[in-house]
């Protein structure tokens, strides 16, 4: 049973999303930081880069929410949470009940994320003193 994703739709669903975060979802989103371990404690073990980039994404978020690193555009902001918002929602295009095709689609919409915002991630990392080589 293959499952393919239609990158294209992905991206315009991820933009779209992107576009109407408020600050007030940027609250939310953090608000759910157990439910995001919880969930990146169910990937098996070979999606290991992934894991590291949600946790990237999030702690970005975070850093940006409490005033700790400002120096990004809002809109690497809003498509960092709206990349999260997809990844943590159990209703997507291909159900994360499924095991290990779940992922397939929250995996390319972190893909796509990190694409379009990948010189704002690396300024991060060089802010955190972090080891690009773990995200990219």
């Not at 669903?13 to 404690?41: F, I, M, P, Y």
Request: charged share 25%.
């Amino acid at each position: 049973m293959e499952h393919k994703v239609d990158e294209k739709k992905l991206d315009e669903h991820l933009q779209n999303e992107a576009k109407r975060v408020s600050e007030k979802d940027v609250g939310a989103l953090l608000g759910r930081a157990q439910e995001l371990d919880e969930k990146l404690e169910s990937l098996p073990g070979r999606f290991q880069k992934l894991f590291n980039q949600v946790k990237l994404l999030f702690g970005m978020i975070a850093d940006y929410w409490n005033g700790a690193y400002k120096d990004i555009p809002w809109y690497t902001i809003a498509m960092a949470v709206a990349a999260v918002v997809y990844f943590l929602s159990p209703v997507d295009l291909i159900p994360d009940v499924i095991p290990v095709i779940g992922y397939v689609d929250d995996a390319t919409v972190l893909l796509l994320t990190f694409k379009a915002i990948q010189e704002d991630l690396k300024a991060y990392c060089a802010f955190k003193g972090y080891e690009a080589a773990q995200y990219f």
